[in-house]
């Protein structure tokens, strides 16, 4: 009987643990993972380069909206407040291009207008959270002046098992054109060299980098091979001499080529023995991005960078007002030259000729288009320690000679110097003359390669070639005179000339 009351027991105990499970405990309700998917409306945008605010609609082309989406086993997810979903810029831009424009104060900050107005500027963020309706939410990218590829990441958590699931998805602003539009430089602190072998120790070498911005005036691509070319332009200048280019790890040189990394190369200028200003030339080609097979298409700056030997030890001076003479259609530089102070100088100029700009470095440069005549110009300086000084100078443009000004009677103005112009005949033993003029005023003459039998002269505005033509002897003498007499005449004004080459032939 015992026994049977024993077997009994058991059976209700496994039909107990049956009930439970199998005696391992409840396995938890199931349920399939939350499902989410995030999408733009639009996945490029142009640069914004005038920094545009947000905003929404048709008159707002560098916002895009982003709506963020979850589902449960193909429903949507529950409504929820702020924080079921999180969404941030994961990589790419750097700055804040995330925002709610949902009118909210809290995503907002009052700016007072220069007219004591206050308007509501909507806040930027890198990161932020947004509510759940109806399984959805949406947010905005708004473009900077700066082009890249943004990747924007949303999450959602299951409460039910803490599960987290994400989406992302990318947006390109602007595009590199590959192009380069612009090219500069600048130098390191303090913006200055001293002298090689200066008694005051200063260092004789400075960094410089040199940029290259395409028209979007973003960085160019990487390139495969050198894109700058930066070289010491001679001007003139004394320190120029023993003056040279240093990058990475090659000797000195005058002119070198190199290339950027995210639009920026790094190199030194060395000091010769010479202080004064050193110009350097910074060149790449828009038509490749690539100085190394040669420079069809330059774009091109100047800069300007003081070798000094000394320092502070005397006053700031402007060293010399005359600007010297442009002409026109001729390109033109000129150092602005400062002493004492504390360089760097930066430079302001008023009142340049039409053509002509200078840099806050003290270059003058440019092709003048103005009217030929005197031109009054002032000049400021300030050192580095704010010292200032301001002169009045003065630049004369004359109008330059060009092909078509010095043109030879029945040879056209493209007449190559390799072929003479014809300007007459003349019997043996009998006077030769030749006037040449030029259609513009102030034009001097020189001859070479003339003749003995001609001389050359001016006589005003005019170049005259005179003489008597040889003649054979009697009885003929070997070789004869006869035959044709060939020489170069060269009208010059200013800075420019034109050379032609003409003939003359004794019969």
């Not at 990218?141 to 987290?164: E, L, M, N, W, Y």
């Not at 200003?277 to 800069?303: F, K, W």
């Not at 020189?446 to 070639?465: H, K, Q, T």
């Amino acid at each position: 009987m015992k026994i049977l009351k024993n077997l009994v027991l058991s059976a209700a105990v496994a039909v107990l643990a049956v009930a439970c499970g199998g005696g391992g405990g409840s396995p938890g309700e199931t349920h399939a993972p939350y499902q989410i998917t995030l999408r733009a409306e639009r996945t490029q945008l142009p640069i914004n380069i005038n920094n545009v605010g947000p905003g929404i609609g048709a008159y707002a082309p560098y916002t895009t909206v982003l709506y963020v989406n979850a589902t449960d086993g193909g429903n949507a997810i529950p409504n929820g407040e702020d924080g079921v979903f999180s969404c941030n810029a994961s990589g790419g831009l750097s700055s804040g291009p995330l925002y709610y424009l949902d009118g909210k104060d809290e995503h907002s900050t009052d700016v007072t207008q220069p007219d004591g107005s206050v308007v509501k500027v909507p806040n930027a963020y890198r990161s932020i959270t947004l509510p759940s309706n109806a399984g959805g939410a949406s947010f905005h990218f708004h473009a900077g002046d700066k082009s890249g590829v943004a990747t924007i990441t949303c999450s959602v958590t299951d409460p039910r098992d803490k599960r987290q699931v994400s989406a992302s998805v990318s947006i390109t602003v602007g595009a590199a054109t590959r192009s380069p539009a612009r090219a500069d430089a600048f130098t390191q602190v303090p913006g200055y060299l001293g002298t090689r072998n200066n008694p005051n120790h200063i260092a004789s070498t400075v960094a410089i980098q040199a940029r290259v911005w395409d028209d979007a005036n973003q960085p160019v691509p990487d390139p495969g091979a050198a894109n700058v070319q930066v070289r010491i332009k001679p001007v003139g200048n004394p320190a120029e001499v023993g003056a040279t280019l240093l990058q990475g790890g090659a000797g000195g040189s005058s002119v070198i080529q190199f290339p950027t990394l995210n639009g920026i190369a790094q190199f030194s200028l060395a000091s010769g023995s010479n202080n004064g200003p050193i110009i350097l030339e910074v060149t790449s080609d828009r038509a490749d991005n690539n100085v190394a097979n040669g420079i069809q298409d330059p774009v091109t700056s100047l800069m300007q960078v003081y070798a000094v030997n000394e320092l502070a030890t005397v006053p700031l001076v402007i060293a010399e007002t005359d600007l010297g003479t442009a002409n026109t259609g001729v390109e033109y530089v000129r150092s602005l030259v400062a002493s004492g102070g504390m360089p760097p100088y930066t430079w302001v100029v008023a009142g340049l000729p039409s053509g002509l700009t200078a840099d806050d470095t003290g270059v003058v440069s440019g092709t003048v288009d103005a009217p030929p005549g005197n031109y009054a110009v002032r000049i400021k300086v300030t050192d580095a320690n704010g010292t200032t000084q301001e002169a009045s100078a003065k630049i004369v443009v004359e109008r330059g000679i060009a092909p078509e000004d010095f043109v030879v009677a029945g040879c056209p103005a493209s007449q190559d110097i390799n072929t003479a112009c014809a300007i007459g005949s003349v019997a043996q033993g009998k006077k030769f003359s030749y006037a040449f003029t030029a259609s513009v005023p102030g034009v001097t003459w020189s001859f070479s390669g003339l003749p003995a039998w001609l001389s050359g002269s001016s006589s005003g505005a005019v170049g005259i070639v005179s003489g008597t033509a040889p003649a054979d002897a009697v009885p003929l003498v070997p070789p004869s005179v006869v035959g044709p007499y060939s020489f170069f005449v060269t009208a010059t004004s200013g800075s420019t000339s034109v050379t032609r080459q003409v003939v003359v032939t004794v019969n």
